[in-house]
């Protein structure tokens, strides 16, 4: 398969902030990408950059096949974008939004289709500026289709979104890969980019410090699993010295390293027949999240927008 | 440029417009209520009595003097003597924008001592029904008296009738056309500086850019659309104005040039305003830098010729007087000559404007 975006040694500065510092990465034609990263790491630069409306300061990039800067135009016509906080014309109502897009891609409109696709078909007719966010956002995913891309830059589609809204965006884009589509998706949300993506690059301050398929991610940059106890902190210390293992103490519980397939084993058993006290324990292994949080520095978890429940699908 | 992409966006633009209510009211209600507030102000301000504008071949002949002393007593015409214009009488009243005049030929006295046939020359202006009407009654009064009282009765003095291109104007027929370029000045200026800054800030330029639509397409459908604006704007006005205060204002084609280059040179002014300032709301501020000063010194509330000779000095300076003046020319006086130059100087200027807005208005960001 050829590669529908190649990207190498981009740089782009704004004045002296290097907004993305040299990035190499390529998304194979049909796959889902996500770029995962905090707040002004660097993704819609990156985004706006390969979709040909900003010029990359230096490095090479390739967007099916064209210089994105200098052959905008035709680019532009064959791929599909959501900006970040999109917005359209205020006095026009969805069903006008995408007759308009339809009009200017000079393809014929799909208003209808595409709004139910989006589940956006009770508000054909409510102005673009009595829409919620939500609304807004599944518009804009139906204007980013109109011309039925075979590429599609989504920027933080989902920001902002409920879940039940989060969760109908997220079929749609489930619906564009099985299509055959290549999606390029930027998130915070870990578990989006888990759930979605083939694969992940991980930006950071304009570096890609983690890149590849999320079980990749975490098996190379995750903790080995782990035994979380609650029980009294005391037990730390001879749990570490009768067994050799790393234990570290964590908002009142006890959780220890997991080597080997028969630690937990021998950790409760020990456990038990110290006579300390304990509430409870479960296993542990490092999420995406984990990883991210790791990797880009961050302890404090109010810092990034975690989604609030997983999809169990 | 292609023709249905201008189309498509033409009707998104439109319809944009039509539901805002501010922009609408700004361009076809407000001018309304101005016609109807100043028309009614100063709807009775309109002369009574007719300047007649008479050219005395006959060498201040005692008879001739008689006459026109007879005419003046009538109250009905304002008899004006000038300097003789060598039979040109029609051209002058038209260059002056005036309705009606009168010439005595020579040997007037003469025909009356010698009771041989005489003939006045009547000018009058045929779209001025009621002051043709006014002037013509007096005249043949006059005559009849002469011809009593002169000539027993016999037909001596009688006249005959020519029009003149010209009329008196009421204050409202000079509002028509100042509102109408009003409206021309204000929909696009006010429109433009807003669209040009907050569409930035709000990036619908940049998801314009996304599409197949180029920035000449979108200006072309914005033109388009205000010169529309302004067509309706100037049809509704001068209905108005003729239904309501019967204004001697018709539609002419030579408005039609004003109201397509109108549109064209104040959108690029609004489209410069909006592109020069940083934020909104300089734009703001700097459009009614613009705006006001234009406004009211171009001849749209009052006919510029009723200004001190320094404030004309300034409203020669700024476009919408020659908008103004052209419309006046066209609409009102048929001057097409006039017209024509007013149209060249809006054209050029509109053109100068254009480039200007062209090249500092930009879609993109940095
Ligand atoms: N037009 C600009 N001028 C100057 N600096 C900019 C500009 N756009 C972005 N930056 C800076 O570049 C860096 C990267 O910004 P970018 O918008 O790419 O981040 P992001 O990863 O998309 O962040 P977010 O998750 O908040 O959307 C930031 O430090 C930002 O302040
Ligand atoms: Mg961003």
């Known amino acids: ?313 | 440029m292609n023709g249905s992409r201008i189309r498509s966006y033409f009707v998104a633009f439109a319809k944009g417009y039509i539901r805002n209510p501010v922009g609408l009211f700004f361009t076809l209600i407000f001018p309304i209520i101005l016609i109807l507030i100043f028309g009614a102000v100063f709807a009775n301000s309109g002369s009574v009595t007719v300047p007649l504008y008479v050219e005395n071949l006959d060498h201040n002949s005692p008879a001739s003097v008689a006459f026109l002393a007879a005419l003046n007593s009538t109250g009905a015409v304002r008899v004006d003597v000038i300097s003789p214009t060598a039979g040109n009488l029609s051209t002058y009243l038209a260059k002056n924008s005036e309705t009606a005049g009168l010439v005595i030929p020579d040997g007037f006295q003469a025909a009356l001592v010698n009771r041989t046939h005489v003939n006045v020359v009547v000018f009058t202006n045929p779209s001025a029904a009621s002051e043709a009407g006014i002037v013509i009654g007096a005249v043949t009064g006059v005559e009849n008296a002469f011809n009593l009282e002169e000539a027993k009765g016999s037909v001596i003095v009688s006249s005959s009738y020519l029009n003149v291109g010209s009329r008196i104007y009421t204050y409202i027929d000079y509002l028509i056309p100042g509102l109408i370029g009003f409206s021309i000045l204000t929909s696009p200026m006010f429109s433009m500086v807003n669209i040009s800054s907050t569409w930035k800030r709000d990036k619908l330029f940049r998801q314009l850019s996304l599409t197949p639509l180029t920035r000449a397409e979108w200006l072309t459908a914005a033109m388009l659309w205000y010169v529309l604006l302004a067509i309706v704007a100037a049809l509704v006005m001068i209905f108005v104005g003729r239904s309501v205060f019967g204004a001697h204002v018709s539609v002419v084609a030579w408005m039609f040039p004003f109201l397509v280059a109108g549109p064209v040179l104040f959108v690029s002014v609004g489209l410069i305003a909006g592109s020069v300032s940083k934020t909104p709301e300089t734009a703001a501020v700097i459009g009614n830098v613009i705006l006001f000063p234009m406004m009211f010194l171009s001849g749209t509330f009052f006919p510029v010729s009723s200004f001190p000779a320094y404030l004309q000095t300034v409203a020669h300076i700024l476009p919408l007087y020659y908008v103004i003046e052209g419309l006046n020319n066209g609409i009102l006086f048929a001057n097409g000559a006039g017209a024509l130059q007013d149209l060249i100087v809006v054209v050029v200027v509109a053109t100068v404007l254009f480039l200007v807005a062209i090249s500092v208005f930009s879609w993109r960001e940095n």
């Open chain 1, 1 to 313: 398969m050829t590669a529908a975006v190649e990207v190498e040694k981009l740089v782009k500065t704004y004045g002296s902030v290097r907004a993305v510092d040299g990035i190499d990465f390529t998304i194979e034609t049909g796959e889902v990408f996500a770029f995962l990263g905090p707040n002004g790491a660097g993704k819609t630069t990156t985004v706006e950059i390969l979709e040909g409306i900003r010029p990359s300061t230096s490095g090479q990039v390739r967007v099916m096949g064209r210089d994105p800067w200098k052959e905008g135009r035709e680019l532009q016509r064959k791929i599909g974008v959501i900006p970040q906080d999109f917005h359209f014309f205020p006095k026009l109502n969805s069903r006008e939004a995408i007759d308009l897009y339809a009009g200017l891609f000079g393809v014929p409109s799909r208003a209808k289709e595409l709004l139910d696709r989006v589940e956006l078909s009770d508000k054909a007719d409510a102005l673009f500026e009595n829409l919620s966010g939500g609304q807004k956002q599944k518009l804009g995913l139906a204007l980013a289709l109109v011309n039925d891309p075979q590429l599609c830059f989504l920027d933080e589609p989902t920001t902002g979104l409920d879940p039940r809204a989060r969760r109908a965006i997220w079929a749609v884009i489930r619906g564009l890969k099985a299509e055959g589509r290549t999606v390029f998706l930027t998130t915070h949300y870990l578990e989006e980019a888990q759930l979605l993506a083939d694969r992940i690059a991980i930006i950071n301050l304009g570096h890609i410090i983690a890149a590849g398929a999320p079980s990749e991610i975490i098996n190379r940059y995750g903790r080995p699993e782990r035994l979380r106890i609650v029980a009294d902190p005391a037990l730390a210390e001879p749990l570490r010295r009768q067994l050799g293992l790393p234990v570290d103490v964590q908002n009142g519980a006890i959780s220890v390293e997991l080597h080997a397939k028969g630690d937990a084993l021998k950790v409760l058993s020990w456990v038990e027949s110290s006579g300390y006290s304990y509430s409870s324990f479960s296993t542990a292994q490092d999420t995406l999240e984990d990883v991210f949080i790791r990797l880009v520095g961050v302890s404090d978890h109010s810092a990034l927008d975690l989604a609030p429940e997983g999809d169990s699908a």
